[in-house]
């Protein structure tokens, strides 16, 4: 007799002993969730680099979970903090009340991030700190008497997350097809250009991109205009690295029409592109910067806003009556306990292990051995910078996806997990990955990526 689905999945390591309805049950993010519930990929461990998956094998982990887990999985000083916090204080109210630790984190975040961005602002991801920059970029004009300066610059292949701002902001066209038109907003060109190709760090031609935003000036008037988010380099997009100059012509721009610049440094902040921000590697100080993942090394979802002392004043002195809150915005769980305790541990391990550095002093091994594989099968271009790093493959005819998705999936197969989106395989292992582990990876990558159809 045949074997009933639950029996089949109870037989199989795969599933983790899951029963089909707790499968059925979970609506998976930004997944083939049909595909997965078939072909199931169940993590059930972290340590160091690698994965345990629910088969019992270890997994390289080439993205450091989602570039959130840059300091290496499992640091224990991080889970006893979490563990100390949830038992002392397991929850205390933001608003109007609150509790030390998220001041001492605050301060933690100003001390590191560039001089001039000294008051901190805390969510509970990247796309609530894209959100919550862009509400204070207008109420920032509305509280300096300029409440027209409303509108909002963004660029074609930025991601700033998936909420209602970020969404609209953000030129992942995959990401904004779906859901009509939310806040209005225009956008830069991506600094994708072919004449880069296999640049390796910061492409040489390019930067006259960043005059586009002369251009948008000269189309609402600068009167109009209240802010320009970038990522310093765009992450999820496939590792698209600033051209030389760009960003300090972006700079001088906004600052010649006062325009804010808001910094996305959600994947770049705290070490990834071998600085410890976007704004320190590019000597570039935004009066905005967001963060998230690596401020708690992914063990707690936490993000937060960092702006200048001009942003935070025009709030103090245009608030009002003293109790009354300067900003209307904030969340439940601003600045929780549990976050702020991981907060302050993964603060800890990247100024005494030196984390940045530690990426900085890798990424030349790195950089050697992605650019190593061009040359193969499929391979339009290979992008890098610090531990960053994006393989293009050329679109399989009517599946431009595809090609990337069979070779995450044989990796997978294979002790290796590689994140795929669009036409891109992106790679960005944790900073304390070893030589050999890179050329293990990119051994196993010049295996698969020609043998896909
Ligand atoms: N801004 C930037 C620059 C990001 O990279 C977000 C905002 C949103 O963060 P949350 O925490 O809301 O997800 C991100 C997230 C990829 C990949 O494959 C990148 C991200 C997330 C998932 C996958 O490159 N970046």
């Known amino acids: 007799m045949k074997a009933s689905i639950e029996q089949q999945i109870q037989a199989d390591a795969r599933y983790g002993g899951l029963s089909a309805r707790e499968l059925e049950s979970y609506w998976m993010p930004f997944s083939g969730n049909r595909q997965f519930k078939d072909d199931p990929r169940l993590i059930v461990g972290a340590e160091g680099c690698y994965f345990r998956s629910a088969d019992g094998r270890n997994i390289l982990d080439t993205l450091s979970g989602l570039w959130c887990a840059s300091f290496g999985h499992g640091r224990t000083e991080i889970a006893d903090a979490i563990a100390q916090a949830a038992r002392q204080l397991d929850y205390a109210p933001p608003f109007q009340y609150g509790h030390p630790m998220a001041f001492q984190l605050a301060a933690r975040i100003r001390d590191l991030t560039p001089n001039g961005l000294d008051h901190v602002f805390f969510t509970n991801s990247g796309s609530e700190s894209a959100d919550t920059a862009l509400k204070m970029a207008r109420a920032y004009w509305r509280m300096r008497g300029q409440p027209e300066k409303t509108r909002l610059i963004g660029r074609i292949r930025g991601y700033h997350g998936v909420n209602v701002g970020g969404t ?14 939310l806040v209005e907003a225009d956008h830069l060109s991506a600094t994708l250009l072919p004449e880069n190709r296999f640049s390796r760090g910061l492409p040489e031609y390019g930067a006259h991109l960043a005059d586009q935003l002369e251009e948008l000036v000269g189309l609402h008037d600068a009167s109009n205009i209240a802010a320009v988010i970038v990522e310093p380099m765009s992450g999820s997009a496939g590792v698209i690295v600033p051209p030389k100059g760009y960003l300090k012509r972006l700079q001088e721009i906004c600052n010649k029409h006062d ?36 401020l708690t090394n992914g063990a707690v979802p936490m993000g937060a806003v960092v702006v200048s002392g001009e942003v935070y004043n025009a709030f103090m002195e245009g608030g009002g009556p003293e109790y009354v809150p300067e900003f209307p915005h904030g969340y439940t769980y601003s600045g929780h306990p549990l976050a702020c305790a ?18 900085a002093e890798m990424a030349p091994y790195f950089e050697e051995q992605i650019h190593g594989l061009r040359g193969l099968k499929h391979v ?24 990337p998705w069979d070779v995450a999936r044989a990796c997978w197969d294979r002790g290796m997990y590689v994140r795929q989106a669009g036409d891109t395989l992106q790679i960005g292992p944790p900073f304390i990955i070893e030589r050999e582990q890179i050329d293990t990876m990119c051994n196993l990558l010049a295996d698969v990526i020609p043998s896909v159809r």
């Open 168 to 181: 609209s902001l953000g030129g992942i066209v995959a990401n904004r097809t779906h859901f009509g038109s």
């Open 259 to 294: 325009i804010l610049l808001i910094f996305d440094e959600v994947l770049t902040g705290f070490g990834r592109i071998g600085a410890g921000f976007g704004a320190t590697l590019f000597d570039v100080t935004p009066d905005i910067m967001t963060l998230a993942k690596n």
């Open 342 to 359: 991981a907060g302050l541990a993964a603060m800890d391990v990247f100024e005494h292990d030196r984390m940045a550095q530690r990426a």
């Open 380 to 403: 339009v271009d290979i992008r890098n910078l610090g531990m960053a790093a994006a393989i293009q493959l050329e679109a399989a005819p009517g599946e431009p996806t595809r090609r």
